[in-house]
């Protein structure tokens, strides 16, 4: 159903972005994608395009950064100028610490990563979609956006925003046929909370103690199943938690 479709995908190299490109690298999708790290994939890379027969093309992106953004789509080929699935999920957590005591700069990489990396990218590919009067854009939220906790206050109003800018721009399109999720997991065990942590392992695997997390796998099923939905049907929202977490910081752990 997916085969021959392209799809640009940031934060490509891990996580729930590199399960998704793999998981549609076996679906026959044609794959743009965008990381700070892409050199980390570049052997799967070349075996995917050899394996499943597909079109391929990969870019070092840091999507906070504007001008490396437009240089990038200055560069690409007009193959490109008909994307399917838009998948904004470079984001990232750092820091777990109250208001006052946060790192401002942390603030920063956050808020520029997460709601203004989503709305470069967004508005390069969003007129191509308009112009082909098809695709589907799908932003990687989170719990978080949700359910606000302590410690994490400006991680959750970056993933609120992702939320609001999916509402507001599926409101903006309802007279297309293109559409726009927002995907909200919970507790994923990946590099979230490594990164979070800023590289302390100890920290990051008691995020995930006494209960079965998510896998990056899940929500990139999730993801192909949204997209494979037939053209009048948009699931505009999914959350997705662990059958043991109910909220943000509801959480039943086993001992």
């Not at 799967?44 to 499943?52: G, H, L, S």
């Not at 956006?145 to 959750?156: D, Q």
């Amino acid at each position: 159903m997916l085969t021959n479709k392209k799809a640009l995908i940031t934060g490509a190299s891990s996580g729930i972005g590199y399960e998704t490109a793999k998981l549609f690298a076996q679906n026959n999708v044609n794959l743009l994608l965008f990381s700070r790290n892409i050199d980390k994939i570049k052997n799967d890379i070349e075996e995917w395009k050899i394996k499943y027969n597909i079109k391929i093309e990969a870019f070092q992106v840091d999507v906070q950064n504007l001008s490396i953004v437009n240089n990038v789509f200055e560069k690409l080929d007009s193959y490109w100028d008909d994307i399917d699935f838009l998948v904004n999920n470079a984001g990232l957590a750092l820091g777990l610490e109250t208001i006052e005591k946060q790192d401002v700069n942390d603030w920063e990489i956050m808020i520029d990563t997460n709601i203004k990396g989503l709305l470069y990218i967004t508005k390069k590919v969003l007129p191509l979609m308009k112009k082909n009067n098809k695709g589907h854009i799908i932003n990687i939220g989170s719990v978080a956006g949700v359910w606000t906790y302590a410690n994490g206050v400006v991680y959750c109003a970056t993933k609120a925003a992702v939320k609001t800018i999916s509402e507001g721009i599926r409101i903006e399109l309802v007279d297309t046929p293109i559409k726009v999720t927002n995907i909200q997991p919970g507790l994923v065990e990946t590099n979230f909370s490594i990164t979070r942590f800023k590289g302390d392992n100890i920290k990051a695997k008691k995020v995930y103690e006494g209960i079965e997390a998510l896998t990056a796998i899940d929500i990139a099923e999730v993801i192909l199943w949204v997209c494979s939905t037939k053209p009048h049907v948009q699931i505009a929202e999914v959350t997705i938690m662990p059958t043991n977490q109910a909220t943000s910081t509801v959480v039943f752990r086993k001992n």
